[in-house]
């Protein structure tokens, strides 16, 4: 099955510097590739998504790089504030619904 | 929408009892999903239903964990009997599953400890 590789487990920021959260996954024909926020007592929710036939895509200060030949996606995240602090899953997707999670990477940002 | 559900939010019991974790999907979505989330092996799917059909269950530690969906707005995952490495966060997700829309959306997890 699919398994995806998520890195670095902790990453600490300067408020106002960037963060970039790094993924690989096994299964070639993995289609879809989501990031969810997970903030403290709650449940993960999307802040976005790439489809496989997608390079990049961009939403404010987060974007997503999608690099199909090396299998490896990556969130970016830039103009970092406090309320970024969360814990970022990325996942991917083969064919149906059933995603497979990375785990997981704590983001603090220092004010 | 009030989002997905689930009740209840913390569950405190001790080893060899049943325990029934219970959550309410978005209404209308097609696709839901039970989750475990534990600081060793992370975010894991165990089940997932469509149309309240059991699709894949492989995720489905023993055959201790089971899951139903009665109905659309409905779906249970019960654990008999219970153990202390069942301790972790649950987590029930729903996804629309039509229109090209790939979203889960996740309920704020019930935290069960085994003791």
């Known amino acids: 099955g699919e398994n995806v590789e998520q890195h670095p487990s902790t990453l600490s920021v300067q408020e106002g510097d960037s963060a970039v959260i790094k993924c690989t996954y096994s299964d070639s024909a993995s289609n879809y590739f989501p990031w969810y926020k997970q903030e403290l007592g709650k449940g993960p929710q999307l802040i976005i998504d790439?489809?496989?036939?997608?390079g990049e895509k961009k939403d404010q200060r987060i974007a997503v790089t999608l690099n199909k030949t090396a299998k490896h996606f990556s969130l970016h995240i830039t103009e970092t504030q406090p309320e970024d602090s969360a814990v970022y899953f990325c996942a991917a997707r083969v064919g149906s619904y059933q995603l497979t999670f990375g785990k997981g990477t704590k983001l603090s940002v220092i004010p | 929408d009030a989002g997905v559900i689930q009740s209840p939010r913390h569950e405190v019991t001790e080893m060899g009892q049943e325990v029934t974790l219970r959550c309410k999907p978005i209404s209308g979505h097609d696709y839901l999903f039970w989750y475990r989330q534990t600081m060793m092996r992370g975010l894991e799917l165990l089940i997932y239903?469509?149309?309240?059909?059991?699709?894949?269950d492989s995720g489905m530690p023993e055959d201790r964990f089971s899951a139903k969906m009665p109905n659309a707005s409905f779906s249970t995952l019960k654990i008999q009997p219970s153990e202390p490495r069942d301790s972790a966060v649950y987590f029930c997700a729903s996804s629309p599953g039509t229109g090209g829309v790939n979203e889960q959306f996740f309920g704020p997890g019930t935290r069960l400890t085994v003791l």
């Open positions: 790439i489809r496989s036939n997608v």
């Open positions: 239903f469509n149309n309240n059909v059991p699709i894949d």
